[in-house]
């Protein structure tokens, strides 16, 4: 059973607590502004990477999304990232968009898809940014349900199944969007929306300032 944490998502008090148990290669569950995550230090040959996918029942073919400290990250970790979704993110970061971009050669292969491809979001919840300024890595995360199952917005729909096998739970109540993030193809000349979310394309290309 994991240990338990309560915290508000704006309150960063328990950081250093989540951060350490990262730095052990622990998996944690944590409250970001979508909905609720299962994530590890996205380290080269971590093992609590390997271990979400066998907690959440999910493919290993399906790489997980990084989630990253501010919009500069996008070309840390992203490469040959066009100019419209870097001006997109310095808009629409943070907040619940994900861009997929080319990986650079920064991030080890087992964090990239079979298209060389990687997921990168900036969550407007200043716990789980402390959390990733504190331990030097993105967090590989996912949400926090078994394959098949509904994304858990609020604490008391986390799975018996997922609270059983992480190291650390932080109990942040409701997550304030409650969805899960808009996912954009930015390996492009124009956004192409890989799934609908609270962020719409127009959205996107104003952001990015695309007419």
Aim: aromatic share 4%; hydrophobic share 45%; proline share 6%.
């Amino acid at each position: 059973m994991a240990r338990l944490f309560r915290s508000a998502l704006a309150d960063t008090s328990v950081a250093s607590q989540v951060a350490e148990e990262l730095d052990r290669d622990g998996v944690v569950v944590m409250p970001t502004d979508s909905v609720y995550g299962i994530g590890a230090a996205a380290r080269r040959g971590n093992p609590g990477h390997e271990r979400i996918f066998a907690i959440k029942g999910r493919s290993r073919s399906q790489t997980l999304p990084l989630l990253v400290g501010g919009p500069e990250d996008l070309r840390l970790y992203g490469a040959e990232v066009p100019e419209w979704a870097c001006r997109a993110a310095c808009v629409l970061w943070p907040g619940a968009i994900t861009f997929v971009v080319r990986a650079s050669s920064r991030l080890a292969d087992e964090y990239k898809a079979a298209d060389g491809t990687v997921a990168l979001r900036v969550p407007d919840a200043p716990l789980v940014r402390a959390v990733i300024e504190k331990q030097g890595f993105p967090l590989a995360m996912t949400s926090a349900n078994t394959h098949g199952s509904p994304s858990p917005a609020n604490f008391e729909e986390l799975e018996e199944a997922i609270l059983d096998k992480v190291d650390v739970a932080v109990d942040g109540g409701r997550c304030p969007v409650g969805v899960a993030s808009t996912i954009v193809d930015a390996t492009g000349a124009v956004p192409r929306i890989l799934r609908e979310g609270v962020i719409k394309r127009d959205d996107i290309c104003a952001a990015g300032n695309l007419r």
